[in-house]
């Protein structure tokens, strides 16, 4: 499978300092949405007296909202740019999440959420297009991996800072959330005043979703992985627990330190993923990706101690490192400019609809079975991933390692806003 060069480059605008950290520090709230809450949970569901369902919707309804709204704001995204619709999507993200500072029923919880989602999703695509346009070549690789490392460190340290909050009133994690208000103002000061659009024919900057899915079929294959990598993702996080159980690991700490192995090869791969890029084609990064999902969640179902069960959220966590830095470059470089918004937005729609459908598909399949059943079952899904790319080898049509950044045809000057 190929997917057909995009025609044309929009032309370069300058990037003004303190514009990365800004895209990177903004990341960091995506992860942040639910996790910042998860120290909590429990003082609410007693708090408002509410079952375990109702209390894992708080957290999960913004990831549906992402899910939903995602087509919309990409369509925002190369209507009007990058600038003002990431901007007013950190606002909303933070006013929407603040409301929980003075919320007191379960229904005003959750609206805020569904809110707070249509915020999340801008803030998800708007960050993923802005590097993808402000960023090529070398500097695209460091920007990407620099990003998977602030991404997974804001999944360690946010939580802490909620659970430092959260022993005074479950309500102050909620104004954490705040924090998106003066970066979308940054955001509007810091970020190119330009509208993003190709200058290819006509036909393609009219390119709707479903034309642009016919049109790129490949893109289909870059969801479906991320929508499993999702799915595999909170199906360790919700689970291991239960896993570690059987093993004797049922101590809080103990249990949090394999979460937090996990974020630190995230971290870490992050930081070296430029120069991975430089040696190896995005082929290989994104099937060495499957091979460690693999090997981690096989581990899950058959190690027979606690230090074995260790290395397989480091291993996934390895992985994870490398694959969505790859999979947002394969679909953001396959398409056209003036579709790239909608391109990443759809990433948005795999990458939450997974995280929501995780405990729909797997809890069931483990309380039908066993964790350790349910974990070898998991391990199919990148193994069978990795076969179907490895006999179509999908994803050889990529930039190679050490490619320069394309050249931009001629574009008109940007458009002011």
């Known amino acids: 499978m190929s997917t057909p060069a995009p025609e044309s ?4 605008v300058p990037v003004r300092p303190g514009t990365l950290p800004l895209l990177l520090f903004a990341s960091t709230l995506t992860v942040m949405a639910g996790s910042i809450l998860a120290p909590v949970i429990q003082v609410i569901r007693g708090d408002l007296q509410l079952s375990g369902t109702e209390a894992g919707l708080i957290i999960t309804t913004h990831s549906l909202s992402i899910a939903v709204t995602s087509p919309l704001a990409g369509w925002m995204l190369d209507r009007w740019g990058v600038r003002l619709p990431l901007a007013g999507g950190l606002v909303l993200y933070g006013l929407a999440g603040g409301t929980g500072l003075v919320a007191e029923t379960y229904p005003a919880l959750i609206a805020s959420r569904i809110a707070f989602g249509a915020g999340a999703a801008l803030v998800f695509s ?3 297009l802005a590097l993808l346009n402000l960023y090529k070549g070398p ?3 460091r920007a990407m991996g620099w990003r998977g490392t602030a991404t ?12 430092g909050v959260g022993g005074i009133s479950w309500h102050l994690p909620f104004g954490v959330y705040l924090i998106g208000v003066p970066l979308g103002i940054a955001t509007a000061l810091l ?11 006509p036909a393609e900057k009219r390119l709707g979703a479903w034309q642009m899915l016919r049109r790129h079929r490949i893109l289909l294959v870059w969801y479906g992985l991320q929508f499993c990598g999702s799915l595999l993702l909170y199906a360790l996080v919700v689970f291991l627990p239960q896993r570690l159980a059987e093993a004797g690991v049922e101590d809080p700490l103990l249990v949090s330190l394999y979460t937090v192995g996990m974020s630190g090869a995230m971290s870490l791969i992050g930081l070296a993923y430029a120069s991975l890029r430089t040696r190896l084609a995005y082929s290989v ?3 060495g990706s499957l091979a460690l999902w693999t090997a981690a969640f096989l581990l899950l179902a058959v190690a027979p101690n606690a230090p074995l069960l260790f290395l397989a959220p480091l ?13 947002t470059v394969l679909i953001g470089e396959g398409v056209p400019a003036a579709v790239r918004g909608q391109a990443t937005s759809l990433s948005g729609t795999a990458t939450f609809a997974g995280q929501f459908a995780s405990p729909l598909l797997i809890g069931p399949l483990i309380q039908a079975t066993s964790p350790t059943t349910g974990f070898l079952i998991a391990a199919t899904v990148p193994a069978l991933a990795l076969t179907a790319l490895w006999i179509s080898r999908a994803g050889t049509s990529g930039p190679q390692p050490g490619s320069p950044a394309p050249a931009p045809s001629p574009a008109p000057a940007t458009r002011a806003e």
């Open 9 to 12: 480059e929009p032309a370069p």
């Open 126 to 128: 708007g960050t993923t």
């Open 139 to 141: 500097a695209q690789d």
């Open 152 to 163: 997974s460190m804001g999944g360690v340290l946010w939580p802490l800072l909620a659970g």
């Open 191 to 201: 970020l190119p005043r330009e509208r993003a659009k190709g200058t290819g024919r």
């Open 285 to 287: 990064l994104l099937r």
């Open 315 to 327: 291993l996934f966590g390895l992985g994870q490192g490398v694959f969505f830095p790859v999979t």
